[in-house]
């Protein structure tokens, strides 16, 4: 699939039923696909589909390897999953997401300034839609700037199978071993960086080092993957002009544009981590035994004609929008509204500074990343 194109088998998986058998393409056995909106929030807040009983088991799944780590807050259940967020709580509250506003803005607005300074063409993900993330979630982490390069590099081998399970696996291993250099280096000493938050943590003895460094690796992938989300709002709105139009016309609209955008993009191939049924229970029809797996498409509950009129249509003023492209229950993103400052500021420096924006070359020519577990462009030349 390339470019937001719909994943025709899970629209197929979808009108076969809110409960379908799926097998992916590692690990063993099937597992259940829930795709129904209704039962993706049910599943998704049910204490009896356990994320800690897939640790160590080898279900189907899209990934050669899982990305978490043993003991990441990723394979975790309340109420040891709500002890490692409360770590880092601090620094994704409303109010530790604003205080990185002024500084977000400030480099976004130096990385647009050196586009235009160097005159069309450009490519903007090159430029600033991976720049920009990976800079502010390495803000955000306390990850010294000159770490960074490796820290994208790694993130890139993490979130692809293209270059195979090994390497990919290694890199997550070099991550981590990252991460322990850090943690280490800032050992007890806190601050309002994660870093900072995670080393006073595991001082304290709330949490272990090896919980620390699962909690880092998720958080810091997790980050950039906004340049995958919104290499894809920008190709939207780089392809249907009538979009950025009406964002030029109308900025009072844009805040319900960002949520349409999360709602009707397929951000993601396939589906994440699954759900071991800890007792046998009924979804959406379906017995469901102990010991099986269940996943949830968040893609497919943003599309249920149920509660989304027109779902497959783009409405940039819908509302409500109970879209769950940041998850659901527990584990519901915790990087949901950093994620959400990041795209606001870049729709308004491509909207406003960008006037007359277009892609350089035939929308047919652009790339799209090879065995991504986010979708993404591997480049957006344009001019202006």
Request: hydrophobic share 40%.
């Amino acid at each position: 699939m390339t470019g937001v194109e719909f994943d025709p088998d899970l629209a197929a998986l979808m009108r076969e039923g809110p409960v379908t058998r799926i097998r992916l393409p590692h690990g063993e056995g099937w597992a259940w696909l829930v795709s129904r909106h209704a039962d993706v929030r049910t599943v998704t807040n049910d204490p009896r589909l356990s994320r800690r009983a897939v640790a160590g088991s080898d279900v189907t799944r899209l990934a050669p390897h899982f990305i978490p780590v043993d003991g990441a807050v990723g394979f975790e259940d309340p109420p040891d999953h709500t002890r490692l967020r409360r770590a880092v709580a601090p620094a994704f509250t409303s109010g530790g997401v604003e205080r990185l506003r002024e500084r977000a803005g400030a480099m976004l607005d130096e990385l647009v300034d050196g586009v235009l300074r160097d005159g069309p063409p450009a490519d903007l993900v090159a430029r600033v839609l991976a720049p920009f993330p990976l800079a502010v979630v390495c803000e955000l982490m306390g990850v010294p700037a000159e770490d960074r390069p490796a820290m994208h590099e790694w993130t890139s081998l993490i979130l692809s199978s293209a270059e195979g399970a090994g390497r990919s696996e290694r890199a997550r291993n070099a991550m981590c071993g990252h991460f322990e250099r850090l943690l280490a280096e800032r050992h007890g000493t806190g601050g309002e960086d994660v870093i900072g938050l995670l080393s006073a943590a595991v001082a304290d003895g709330e949490i272990t080092g090896a919980e620390a460094v699962g909690l880092a690796l998720l958080i810091q992938i997790g980050g950039e993957a906004v340049t995958n989300n919104t290499g894809n709002m920008a190709y939207l709105l780089l392809t249907r002009p009538e979009l950025m139009d009406r964002l030029r016309r109308e900025p009072g609209v844009r805040a319900t544009a960002v949520d349409e955008l999360l709602r009707w993009i397929p951000h993601r191939n396939g589906v994440g981590l699954c759900r071991i049924a800890t007792e046998d229970l009924t979804v959406g029809g379906r017995r469901i035994r102990r010991g099986e797996a269940v996943y949830v498409s968040y893609l497919a509950a943003n599309r249920d004609p149920e509660v989304f009129s027109d779902p497959d249509g783009i409405a940039l003023d819908r509302s409500p929008n109970p879209h769950v492209a940041f998850g659901y229950g527990p584990h519901y993103c915790v990087g949901a509204l950093l994620a959400r400052l990041e795209t606001e500021l870049l729709f308004a420096a491509l909207v406003d500074r960008f006037p007359g924006m277009r892609l350089a070359v035939p929308e047919e020519e652009l790339r799209w990343r090879p065995g991504a577990l986010i979708r993404g462009p591997e480049g957006l030349p344009v001019v202006w």
